[in-house]
């Protein structure tokens, strides 16, 4: 709690900064991650695209304690934190989510959220709600007793973001919230993500392959292809971008 | 039929209907309600012993044979260590409370020392390895009471009062333990409930037995929840001792043996992983193992165990997942 304690004190500051310094992720000779250089700030959103296979999810892996990089470091604030375990990471205010929800099933909703909370010291009561909050926020207030491995797959995602933004970390890392999301989930996903900087005082990095969903919330756009940055910028920018047109046309 | 037994408010249902008539013919015969009392009792006693089991195969995927050395160890406290032939009570001659108290620390005491020289040491090893360490861990808890205590059985006579049998109802008479164990059952049940719900620790626990990486990864502490589990475990542990040699009034370094077994397939039948699935389990080893000593014909009652078995094999050809099976450990794979 101290700890998490400080790291938020100097995230009120506006100063740290969760950064991929030349990070490079190998898997047995393949290459899936290549020399990537990012850097995320508090109150941003920072999109992360690219064709299947580039190397996008790695990189958040990296990021977060999930893998170790080959070369390179990952660096929270001035600290050298590749290496260390995920569970550092959050900690130290690092959360993310996955693709597939990962959410404890026999448990009900709001107790998948609570989790987190109580173990980043806060008290049952406190930490219920806090998670009863996060509900409300996303529209789940009427499904927080419901045990969580009956959720369709859309409200399992939502449920993930609640539980990774429990105790205000500082960066979120989104693992493709909105994948199989219909127009109308994927308006109310837009409204969610780009209320988390403002709402909550942290920086989001976004996946995603929902073109309409990145270009609506985020500020910046990181695209690699096959584990290399191959442009960066705003999201007008990257779309009218060669490389991107030639990268998403030429594998599709 | 299948659809209907497939249905899980069905099963509840006929599983209910089937315990409120079972009571319902047992209360109208003075010897049925004793055989009632005692089975209750005696199922009880395996649902404590299986809960210790179930609860840290489900936070650490750990079968702990040892358990039923712990529970050895917890009455072997109670003496003078000493080969010598006749015992002393040593905690055990402490008043009652005190008595409870200092079993409760000793065997938790041991369980956090299994834990630490280990346990901990294996945790990133496969669940073989660590129930292969349990075994040998429970071989040397064994020969370590044999280099103290000898290995000839030891008296201990601990709460003799609740050996007196008292009056339920008219031509019903049943020695107070087992009332004493079916309550300190349901305490006990109701309490480690609480805990896991109520607590901070209980809900860490809870989703720690469910997914333990995903657990970590959210900031959940592994030595915390790990710790706590083995105290549980070991409290258990020291109850299911005291039950014992209250009942018994001697130990043996072999007496954990037997308690093991039929506690660990009362976990298997109730479902591993699941702590209801434990409790059910206890109560279905218990209860079919009392009731079958009192039905069976003169004959072939000494080997009513055999048919206990029978019916434990019938469960798991019908439920290979356990009765009340543990959702995470089903849909996991």
């Known amino acids: 709690m101290t700890n998490a304690s400080t790291e938020k004190a100097s995230g009120a500051t506006g100063g740290l900064t969760l950064e991929a310094r030349q990070v490079s992720v190998r898997f047995e000779g393949l290459t899936a991650v290549d020399t990537v250089d990012e850097t995320l700030h508090p109150g941003e959103i920072l999109g992360l695209i690219g064709p299947n296979g580039a190397g996008k999810t790695t990189l958040v892996n990296a990021m977060t304690g999930f893998q170790m990089p080959a070369d390179g470091q990952v660096l929270l604030g001035d600290k050298v934190a590749s290496g260390l375990k995920p569970h550092w990471f959050r900690r130290h205010g690092v959360a993310r989510t996955f693709q597939a929800g990962r959410l404890f099933r026999d448990m009900p909703v709001s107790e998948n959220i609570e989790i987190a909370a109580v173990s980043m010291g806060l008290s049952r009561r406190k930490a219920h709600a806090h998670?009863?909050?996060?509900?409300?926020?996303?529209?789940?207030?009427?499904?927080?007793?419901?045990?969580?491995?009956?959720?369709?797959?859309?409200?399992?995602?939502?449920?993930?973001?609640?539980?990774?933004?429990?105790?205000?970390?500082?960066?979120?890392?989104?693992?493709?919230?909105?994948?199989?999301?219909?127009?109308?989930?994927?308006?109310?996903?837009?409204?969610?993500?780009?209320?988390?900087?403002?709402?909550?005082?942290?920086?989001?990095?976004?996946?995603?392959?929902?073109?309409?969903?990145?270009?609506?919330?985020?500020?910046?756009?990181?695209?690699?292809?096959?584990?290399?940055?191959?442009?960066?910028?705003?999201?007008?920018?990257?779309?009218?971008?060669?490389?991107?047109?030639?990268?998403?046309?030429?594998?599709? | 039929m299948r659809d209907l037994l497939n249905n899980k408010n069905f099963r509840w249902a006929l599983a209910a209907v089937i315990v409120v008539v079972g009571i319902i013919v047992a209360v109208t015969d003075p010897v049925r309600f004793q055989i009632l009392i005692t089975s209750l009792s005696e199922g009880s006693f395996y649902a404590l012993a299986a809960l210790g089991i179930g609860l840290l195969f489900g936070v650490l995927r750990l079968v702990n044979f040892a358990y039923g050395d712990w529970v050895m160890l917890g009455g072997y406290a109670l003496i003078v260590p000493s080969a010598a032939v006749t015992s002393t009570l040593l905690i055990g001659s402490f008043f009652p409370a005190l008595v409870v108290i200092c079993i409760v620390g000793f065997t938790i005491i041991i369980?956090?020392?299994?834990?630490?020289?280990?346990?901990?040491?294996?945790?990133?090893?496969?669940?073989?390895?660590?129930?292969?360490?349990?075994?040998?861990?429970?071989?040397?808890?064994?020969?370590?009471?044999?280099?103290?205590?000898?290995?000839?059985?030891?008296?201990?006579?601990?709460?003799?009062?609740?050996?007196?049998?008292?009056?339920?109802?008219?031509?019903?008479?049943?020695?107070?333990?087992?009332?004493?164990?079916?309550?300190?059952?349901?305490?006990?049940?109701?309490?480690?409930?609480?805990?896991?719900?109520?607590?901070?620790?209980?809900?860490?626990?809870?989703?720690?037995?469910?997914?333990?990486?995903?657990?970590?990864?959210?900031?959940?502490?592994?030595?915390?929840?790990?710790?706590?589990?083995?105290?549980?475990?070991?409290?258990?542990?020291?109850?299911?001792?005291?039950?014992?040699?209250?009942?018994?009034?001697?130990?043996?370094?072999?007496?954990?043996?037997?308690?093991?077994?039929?506690?660990?397939?009362?976990?298997?039948?109730?479902?591993?992983?699941?702590?209801?699935?434990?409790?059910?389990?206890?109560?279905?080893?218990?209860?079919?193992?009392?009731?079958?000593?009192?039905?069976?014909?003169?004959?072939?009652?000494?080997?009513?165990?055999?048919?206990?078995?029978?019916?434990?094999?019938?469960?798991?050809?019908?439920?290979?997942?356990?009765?009340?099976?543990?959702?995470?450990?089903?849909?996991?794979?």
């Open chain 1, 131 to 252: 998670a009863m909050e996060l509900l409300e926020w996303l529209g789940l207030a009427d499904r927080a007793e419901t045990p969580a491995g009956v959720l369709p797959y859309t409200d399992e995602r939502r449920v993930g973001i609640a539980r990774a933004l429990a105790v205000r970390p500082d960066f979120v890392l989104l693992d493709e919230p909105a994948a199989g999301m219909s127009d109308l989930e994927c308006d109310e996903m837009m409204r969610v993500v780009s209320e988390i900087p403002g709402k909550f005082g942290c920086g989001v990095l976004l996946i995603e392959h929902n073109m309409r969903v990145i270009m609506g919330v985020c500020e910046r756009i990181h695209v690699l292809d096959s584990g290399r940055t191959i442009s960066r910028g705003t999201p007008d920018e990257v779309q009218k971008d060669p490389a991107v047109i030639k990268a998403y046309l030429g594998h599709d």
């Open chain 2, 111 to 333: 369980a956090l020392l299994s834990e630490a020289t280990v346990f901990r040491p294996l945790r990133n090893t496969t669940p073989p390895t660590m129930m292969i360490a349990s075994f040998a861990l429970g071989y040397v808890l064994q020969n370590l009471i044999i280099m103290i205590y000898g290995g000839r059985p030891k008296s201990a006579g601990i709460f003799p009062e609740l050996l007196q049998s008292i009056d339920l109802a008219e031509g019903v008479s049943v020695p107070l333990l087992k009332i004493v164990t079916i309550g300190v059952t349901a305490i006990l049940l109701i309490l480690l409930t609480l805990f896991l719900h109520r607590t901070s620790v209980g809900v860490q626990m809870r989703a720690a037995a469910e997914d333990f990486r995903m657990a970590r990864m959210l900031g959940v502490r592994a030595n915390l929840v790990i710790a706590m589990a083995f105290v549980i475990s070991g409290s258990l542990a020291s109850f299911v001792s005291l039950l014992y040699v209250s009942q018994l009034g001697i130990m043996t370094f072999r007496m954990g043996t037997p308690i093991i077994v039929f506690a660990f397939i009362a976990t298997v039948i109730g479902g591993m992983g699941s702590l209801v699935g434990s409790v059910v389990g206890g109560m279905v080893v218990g209860v079919s193992s009392v009731v079958l000593k009192n039905i069976l014909p003169d004959s072939i009652r000494g080997f009513s165990d055999a048919f206990v078995f029978a019916i434990v094999i019938a469960i798991l050809l019908a439920r290979p997942q356990g009765l009340v099976p543990a959702k995470s450990a089903s849909e996991r794979v």
